[in-house]
Nanobody
Framework: QVQLVESGGGLVQPGGSLRLSCAAS????????MSWYRQAPGKERELVAV????????KYADAVKGRFSISRDNAKNTVYLQMNSLKPEDTAVYYC????????????????WGQGTQVTVSS
């Protein structure tokens, strides 16, 4: 049974930082690309960042390039998202998922998502 447990969200002022974690189980984590998505109120879920299985390729959404950094620890089955210089428009629920690539587009691998972690950027 796949489990994805996100943590680390919270309320932060604009310009602040947060580090999200996602503990994964129920599948072979080291051989899967991993991704972070976010969903803001009234909007569709969007891809934020992807990291390949060995961490050699990384992709970011244009909106977060230069501010967010994705990393992984295959020994701990955990993927991280370091978020710096946060903006109010980064406010969303953040989710992780394994990722698959079809025709240069990344998709969440598992239909079942975790509960996510709320990030609120506000003064």
């Amino acid at each position: 049974q796949v489990q994805l447990v996100e943590s680390g969200g919270g309320l932060v002022q604009p310009g602040g930082s947060l580090r999200l974690s996602c503990a994964a189980s129920g599948f072979t984590f080291p051989t899967n690309a991993m991704s972070w998505y976010r969903q803001a109120p009234g909007k569709e879920r969007e891809l934020v960042a992807v990291i390949t299985s060995a961490g050699k390729r990384i992709k970011y959404a244009d909106a977060v390039k230069g501010r967010f950094s994705i990393s992984r620890d295959n020994a701990k089955n955990t993927v991280y998202l370091q978020m710096n210089s946060l903006k109010p428009e980064d406010t969303a629920v953040y989710y992780c998922n394994a990722a698959v690539n079809y025709g240069s587009t990344w998709y969440g691998r598992f239909d079942s998502w975790g509960q996510g972690t709320q990030v609120t950027v506000s003064s």
